[in-house]
Structure formats: C-alpha cells, structure tokens
C-alpha cells in the first residue's frame, strides 16, 4: 500500500523535520520488543523513514539477519499532546550512495554526523501513519 505524506500537509511535515528524536521499535527473534531512540529523516515525497547506524548496532544486525524481506518497524516522535508513528518494513543499505545521501539528510534535520565508516542505512517503507500531528 503506498502512502501520499505529501497530501497530509505542511503541519505534519513541519513535525517531521523540526529536530527532535523518536522511538524506533523493531521485534527480536524472540518477539519482545527492541526500542531505541534515534534520529530519523523523512523522504515525503518517496514515503521513506531512514534512520543512520552502525552496522554492528542491534537494530541493524536485526534487519540484517531478516534479509531482503526486512522486519517490521515503527518510528515514532512526540511533543506534548501531538504524536505520529510512521508503520512499515524496514530494511538495510550499505551502499556508499544511500549512506551518503542518508548523512546528507541528518545533517540537515539534525547535525553533520561524525564519520563512521561502518555506517549503514535502515530505510523504512511507509505503509502506515498514525498519530494527530
């Protein structure tokens, strides 16, 4: 199911590009949950989260051993009474162009990353938002 996050409007990408960090919840193997907080940028007009790592971090080892399938994830911010979640499968990229342009985009939301030559790229595909911002 693709998602239009352009047609929900500049309040709601307003609230996905203020710097501020969110939850990103993954399911190990034995089904308890695995969150964490992270940095997170949106692509509006591909319906893409991406969140930068390492390659050896839990969540990136999780997607990892997932495969091309990639895992459930959900990436979630809030600020007071307003809160959205960003639902969809999530999968990894260590491609130097998706890590480049995945720095790229923090930067802008947040600050130069440091380099990391093990950094890889998790990019969730958008199939659900919930929340009222």
Same mark, same amino acid.
């Given at each position: ?5 352009? %047609?929900?409007?500049?309040?709601? &990408?307003?609230?996905?590009?203020? &710097?501020?960090? %969110? ?92 380099? #990391? ?14 929340? #009222?911002?």
């Amino acid at each position: 199911m693709e998602i239009d996050l352009v %047609a929900r409007g500049e309040e709601f &990408r307003v609230f996905w590009t203020e &710097r501020r960090l %969110a939850s990103l919840t993954t399911v190990r193997p034995d089904g308890t949950p695995h969150v964490v907080a992270v940095g997170v940028t949106v692509d509006f007009e591909a319906g893409v989260a991406r969140v930068i790592t390492f390659a050896d971090s839990r969540k990136a080892r999780l997607v990892k051993a997932a495969g091309e399938a990639g895992v459930a994830a959900a990436v979630c911010q809030l600020e007071g009474p307003r809160w959205s979640t960003l639902e969809g499968r999530m999968t990894l990229r260590d491609d130097p162009v998706s890590v480049r342009d995945a720095e790229d985009r923090y930067a802008v939301r947040y600050r130069q990353p440091k380099p #990391n030559p093990k950094r890889v790229v998790l990019e969730i595909a958008i199939g659900r938002v919930l929340g #009222n911002a």
